[in-house]
């Protein structure tokens, strides 16, 4: 069965770094998401994506952060400068459509920022 | 209260009963789905349920949506001890754009 697979599973960076974190989608869906889980809180909504724009951002998603679809496969989530209160794990989700289509989520990254 | 709030936060069962949890939500929704998340593990869907639909079956899952009150309930049926994980509800929220809102969740823990 196609799943989402994302890349590096745990990662660690000095505050001020810049890191990306790699997803790759299933291969015929169309729309991209980004979601964040702060240890033992509840999974929040970055981003999602469709024809290689992003079509809603939450109030966390600031100009530290952007998204891109760089070839056919991949979408990339970058933090430009890491803080601290950044850390947390990181999920790529992917769906074939837009309302009614489940979204498929990979297992995760890691993001711990020291 | 926030979006996709669930209820109870947490839930200690026996095996074989059945486990009820709750979700609410403020705002208008195309549809709302459940997930299952183990211990730092990632999200596992588990259903769908349209905005214009009322009752949704999967396996030892029933799903019912009531839009009119803004809730939905999910039911596991004959629990057993691999079902203790963590439930949250999601919802898409109908924006014109497309942003998903998961709830706080519910722990449950399921006694062998």
């Known amino acids: 069965e196609p799943e989402v697979t994302q890349t590096p599973s745990h990662q660690v960076t000095q505050m001020g770094q810049e890191v990306i974190l790699r997803c790759v989608p299933i291969?015929?869906?169309?729309?991209f998401y980004w979601y964040r889980q702060i240890l033992g809180q509840k999974v929040e909504f970055l981003v999602s994506?469709?024809?290689?724009?992003?079509?809603?951002k939450s109030e966390i998603f600031d100009d530290q952060f952007s998204v891109e679809r760089p070839d056919g496969s991949n979408f990339t989530l970058k933090i430009r400068s890491t803080k601290l209160e950044d850390s947390a794990m990181y999920f790529c989700?992917?769906?074939?459509?837009?309302?009614?289509?489940?979204?498929?989520f990979g297992p995760g990254t890691r993001l711990l920022v020291l | 209260s926030q979006q996709g709030e669930e209820d109870p936060q947490a839930l200690s069962i026996q095996e074989g009963e059945n486990a009820t949890m709750n979700c609410s939500y403020k705002?208008?929704?195309?549809?709302l789905q459940w997930y299952r998340q183990n211990s730092g593990r990632g999200l596992v869907h588990l259903i769908l349920?349209?905005?214009?639909?009322r009752e949704k079956h999967s396996g030892r899952l029933r799903v019912t949506l009531d839009t009119s009150k803004k809730s939905s309930s999910l039911l596991i049926t004959a629990s057993r001890a691999a079902d203790t994980a963590s439930y949250f509800c999601?919802?898409?929220?109908?924006?014109?754009?497309?942003?998903?809102?998961f709830g706080a969740g519910t722990r449950l823990f399921v006694k062998a």
């Open positions: 989700a992917s769906s074939a459509g837009l309302s009614g289509e489940t979204q498929y």
């Open positions: 291969s015929n869906h169309l729309y």
């Open positions: 994506f469709y024809n290689n724009e992003i079509s809603e």
């Open positions: 705002t208008s929704i195309n549809n």
């Open positions: 349920i349209r905005s214009n639909e």
């Open positions: 999601a919802t898409d929220l109908n924006t014109g754009g497309f942003k998903t809102i």
